[in-house]
Protein backbone atom coordinates (compact mmCIF):
# COMPACT_ATOMS: atom_id res chain seq x y z
CA UNK A 1 0.00 0.00 0.00
CA UNK A 2 1.46 3.17 -0.86
CA UNK A 3 2.18 5.87 1.66
CA UNK A 4 0.24 8.87 2.26
CA UNK A 5 2.32 11.90 3.03
CA UNK A 6 0.33 14.99 5.10
CA UNK A 7 2.42 18.32 5.64
CA UNK A 8 -0.13 19.77 7.31
CA UNK A 9 -2.63 17.65 9.14
CA UNK A 10 -6.51 19.49 8.54
CA UNK A 11 -7.90 21.46 11.24
CA UNK A 12 -11.48 21.43 12.17
CA UNK A 13 -12.97 24.81 12.16
CA UNK A 14 -13.57 27.37 14.61
CA UNK A 15 -14.87 30.63 15.41
CA UNK A 16 -12.84 33.60 14.99
CA UNK A 17 -14.06 35.02 18.15
CA UNK A 18 -12.25 31.74 19.21
CA UNK A 19 -9.21 31.89 17.86
CA UNK A 20 -8.59 35.58 18.36
CA UNK A 21 -8.79 34.85 22.10
CA UNK A 22 -6.59 31.89 22.37
CA UNK A 23 -4.02 33.43 20.27
CA UNK A 24 -3.59 36.94 22.31
CA UNK A 25 -3.49 34.58 25.26
CA UNK A 26 -0.66 32.75 23.97
CA UNK A 27 0.93 36.07 22.75
CA UNK A 28 0.46 35.03 19.20
CA UNK A 29 -2.01 37.81 17.94
CA UNK A 30 -2.71 37.42 14.07
CA UNK A 31 -0.07 39.35 12.19
CA UNK A 32 -1.50 42.31 10.01
CA UNK A 33 -1.19 40.26 6.78
CA UNK A 34 -3.71 37.48 8.55
CA UNK A 35 -5.94 40.10 9.66
CA UNK A 36 -6.38 41.33 6.08
CA UNK A 37 -6.41 38.29 4.36
CA UNK A 38 -9.43 37.33 6.94
CA UNK A 39 -11.67 40.46 6.78
CA UNK A 40 -10.74 39.97 2.61
CA UNK A 41 -12.44 36.57 2.49
CA UNK A 42 -14.65 37.87 5.15
CA UNK A 43 -16.02 40.27 2.53
CA UNK A 44 -15.86 37.94 -0.51
CA UNK A 45 -17.96 35.72 1.70
CA UNK A 46 -20.52 38.16 2.23
CA UNK A 47 -20.24 39.71 -1.30
CA UNK A 48 -21.31 36.62 -2.80
CA UNK A 49 -24.17 35.99 -0.24
CA UNK A 50 -25.79 39.11 -1.40
CA UNK A 51 -25.44 38.04 -5.10
CA UNK A 52 -27.81 35.26 -5.01
CA UNK A 53 -31.18 36.05 -6.10
CA UNK A 54 -33.06 36.51 -4.10
CA UNK A 55 -30.19 37.74 -1.94
CA UNK A 56 -29.35 36.06 1.35
CA UNK A 57 -28.76 39.51 4.12
CA UNK A 58 -26.43 38.42 7.20
CA UNK A 59 -28.29 40.65 9.50
CA UNK A 60 -25.40 39.58 13.06
CA UNK A 61 -21.91 39.34 11.74
CA UNK A 62 -20.01 39.43 13.84
CA UNK A 63 -16.33 37.53 14.83
CA UNK A 64 -18.58 34.39 16.43
CA UNK A 65 -19.98 33.96 13.42
CA UNK A 66 -17.12 33.75 11.29
CA UNK A 67 -15.41 29.97 11.33
CA UNK A 68 -11.91 29.81 10.59
CA UNK A 69 -9.76 27.07 9.72
CA UNK A 70 -5.59 26.20 8.60
CA UNK A 71 -5.53 24.32 5.20
CA UNK A 72 -1.71 23.95 4.75
CA UNK A 73 -0.55 27.79 5.26
CA UNK A 74 -3.49 29.50 4.38
CA UNK A 75 -6.06 30.77 6.54
CA UNK A 76 -9.89 29.90 4.97
CA UNK A 77 -12.94 32.04 6.16
CA UNK A 78 -16.73 30.90 6.30
CA UNK A 79 -19.28 33.58 6.99
CA UNK A 80 -21.89 31.23 9.45
CA UNK A 81 -25.09 31.64 11.29
CA UNK A 82 -27.18 32.36 8.21
CA UNK A 83 -30.72 32.62 9.04
CA UNK A 84 -32.33 31.57 5.78
Not at 1 to 16: K, R, W
Not at 41 to 57: E, K, R
Request: charged content about 20%; aromatic content about 4%; glycine content about 4%.
Amino acid sequence: MPAIFVSHPPTLPCHLAQRLRSRAHAGQPFTLRERCHIALQAALGMAYLHDQHPAVIHFDLKPDNLLVEREGQEVLVKVADVSV
